[in-house]
């Protein structure tokens, strides 16, 4: 029999297929997520997910030492049986590589997670490598004249600059300073423990790109479009993605360039998320992450190419090679509209010449502040069509769509 232990959060466990799993033999399966999102995943994916437990802790190292504790008890119940370690949450990669190392079981280890987990980290890797990255540099919150400190981060990276946490997820922290005025705002603002670092802010078109990787070798890689960076999330833009057909230019760029970033940190096996920019001729790494898409992106694959992301990644920690298709049984895109400022007095559907399905979090009558991150969204949207331009030409149209108007 083997037990997969999934540390999770609720979100992450919508996105399985779960008639897939269901359907899987000699496989028992434990999630373990905080405890304010226990009840919730009992009642909702209970009949997946029939043992779950709730870690009480708020800290990165209580989820783990209490994890560990349970884990222990399963294994001493389950003598003999095989254990594997799965994780798709950006904020328990870590923790899902300490567990793997602390009972000796297969999957990245510690090492190998963080080298797509610290964004100074990989940033340093690949320059050395001699892929292009953002100038960048730790942000060092104990200088005493910020003055000073602020002149010599424009010396090196040009004004504007980005600051944000190095191991941080969906933009959280992510700022662009323009001005000394904003820098020291920054400073006050940041937590000190917590890891900062600035880079260059780069003028471009983002890109993301989606793989899987079997035996150190790419076996299915998707270059997507974004309609707006995930920063502009935060000033009421959409964050929405296209899978582009691989015959384009940019696709075959894009698709060598993220081959060549998993080369050099490293990577063997799992699921991978890459952003970069197009500036002018050149490709620019923005991070990558050992994990599949968030937001809508694993549905919008599924639909496109007939494979759930998660459980793909899940079957691999398992030790099975998957068989994946590349053709398209129909062009899709996906995406996320922010919630805005004030009270929602309308929610607007787009007028698009694909058929497309909305989500809504949220109802008229609600009021918001401006996003603080990928976390804080109005709706979502999943839209198809067999004709690959004109998906696209709705796609540009989402570019400076607002979902919702308020007063």
Same mark, same amino acid.
């Given at each position: 029999?083997?037990?997969?232990?999934?540390?999770s959060t609720y979100t992450k466990l919508s996105h399985y297929n779960r008639e897939q799993l269901?359907? !899987?033999?000699?496989?028992?399966?434990?999630?373990?997520?905080?405890?304010?999102?226990r009840l919730s995943v009992e009642r909702d994916f209970g009949e997946t997910f029939p043992n779950?437990?709730?870690?009480?802790?708020?800290?990165?190292?209580?989820?783990?030492?209490?994890?560990?504790?349970?884990?222990?008890?399963?294994?001493?119940?389950?003598?003999?049986?095989?254990?594997?370690?799965?994780? !798709?949450?950006?904020?328990?990669?870590?923790?899902?590589?300490?567990?793997?190392?602390?009972?000796?079981?297969?999957?990245?280890? *510690?090492?190998?997670?963080?080298?797509?987990?610290?964004?100074?980290?990989?940033?340093?890797?690949?320059?050395? /490598?001699?892929?292009?990255?953002?100038?960048?540099?730790?942000?060092?919150?104990?200088?005493?004249?910020?003055?000073?400190?602020?002149?010599?981060?424009?010396?090196?990276?040009?004004?504007?600059?980005?600051?944000?946490?190095?191991?941080?997820?969906?933009?959280?922290?992510?700022?662009?300073?323009?001005?000394?005025?904003? *820098?020291?705002?920054?400073?006050?603002?940041?937590?000190?423990?917590?890891?900062?670092?600035?880079?260059?802010?780069?003028?471009?078109?983002?890109?993301?790109?989606?793989?899987?990787?079997?035996?150190?070798?790419?076996?299915?890689?998707?270059?997507?479009?974004?309609?707006?960076?995930?920063?502009?999330?935060?000033?009421?833009?959409?964050?929405?993605?296209?899978?582009?057909?691989?015959?384009?230019?940019?696709?075959?760029?894009?698709?060598?360039?993220?081959?060549?970033?998993?080369?050099?940190?490293?990577?063997?096996?799992?699921?991978?998320?890459?952003?970069?920019?197009?500036?002018?001729?050149?490709?620019?790494?923005?991070?990558?992450?050992?994990? /599949?898409?968030?937001?809508?992106?694993?549905?919008?694959?599924?639909?496109?190419?007939?494979?759930?992301?998660?459980?793909?990644?899940?079957?691999?920690?398992?030790?099975?090679?998957?068989?994946?298709?590349?053709?398209?049984?129909?062009?899709?895109?996906?995406?996320?509209?922010?919630?805005?400022?004030?009270?929602?007095?309308?929610?607007?559907?787009?007028?698009?010449?694909?058929?497309?399905?909305?989500?809504?979090?949220?109802?008229?009558?609600?009021?918001?502040?401006?996003?603080?991150?990928?976390?804080?969204?109005?709706?979502?949207i999943l839209a198809t069509n067999q004709c690959f331009d004109t998906l696209r030409e709705d796609?540009?149209?989402?570019?400076?769509?607002?979902?919702?108007?308020?007063?």
């Amino acid at each position: 029999m083997k037990n997969v232990v999934i540390t999770s959060t609720y979100t992450k466990l919508s996105h399985y297929n779960r008639e897939q799993l269901s359907q !899987m033999e000699d496989v028992n399966f434990f999630v373990i997520v905080r405890e304010s999102e226990r009840l919730s995943v009992e009642r909702d994916f209970g009949e997946t997910f029939p043992n779950v437990f709730g870690i009480q802790g708020t800290s990165e190292e209580e989820f783990f030492q209490e994890s560990k504790s349970y884990i222990s008890k399963l294994i001493t119940q389950k003598e003999g049986e095989s254990f594997y370690i799965v994780t !798709m949450a950006e904020d328990l990669l870590l923790v899902a590589a300490r567990l793997r190392e602390a009972f000796n079981l297969t999957g990245m280890n *510690f090492e190998q997670t963080y080298r797509f987990r610290n964004k100074g980290e990989m940033k340093n890797i690949l320059q050395k /490598a001699n892929i292009r990255v953002p100038y960048f540099g730790k942000l060092e919150l104990s200088k005493p004249n910020h003055n000073i400190y602020f002149e010599e981060i424009v010396a090196e990276v040009g004004l504007p600059f980005i600051v944000k946490p190095t191991m941080m997820a969906c933009s959280n922290g992510v700022s662009k300073i323009e001005s000394f005025e904003a *820098f020291t705002a920054y400073l006050d603002d940041a937590q000190p423990a917590v890891e900062y670092g600035y880079e260059e802010f780069i003028s471009g078109k983002l890109y993301h790109c989606d793989s899987i990787v079997s035996n150190g070798e790419v076996i299915f890689s998707s270059a997507c479009e974004y309609t707006n960076e995930n920063m502009h999330f935060q000033e009421g833009k959409s964050v929405i993605s296209m899978p582009l057909p691989d015959d384009l230019t940019i696709s075959q760029e894009i698709l060598a360039f993220n081959k060549a970033v998993l080369k050099e940190l490293g990577m063997e096996q799992g699921v991978n998320h890459l952003e970069v920019f197009k500036k002018g001729e050149e490709l620019v790494f923005l991070e990558v992450a050992c994990r /599949a898409p968030g937001a809508v992106v694993v549905p919008m694959y599924e639909r496109q190419f007939g494979f759930n992301f998660l459980n793909i990644n899940l079957e691999m920690e398992l030790g099975k090679v998957p068989n994946l298709s590349k053709t398209a049984r129909v062009h899709c895109f996906s995406g996320i509209f922010p919630v805005l400022p004030g009270t929602a007095t309308e929610l607007i559907e787009p007028k698009l010449q694909s058929g497309y399905d909305m989500s809504w979090n949220i109802q008229q009558g609600q009021q918001f502040d401006s996003a603080g991150s990928l976390r804080d969204i109005a709706g979502s949207i999943l839209a198809t069509n067999q004709c690959f331009d004109t998906l696209r030409e709705d796609f540009h149209k989402l570019i400076d769509f607002h979902a919702v108007s308020c007063a």
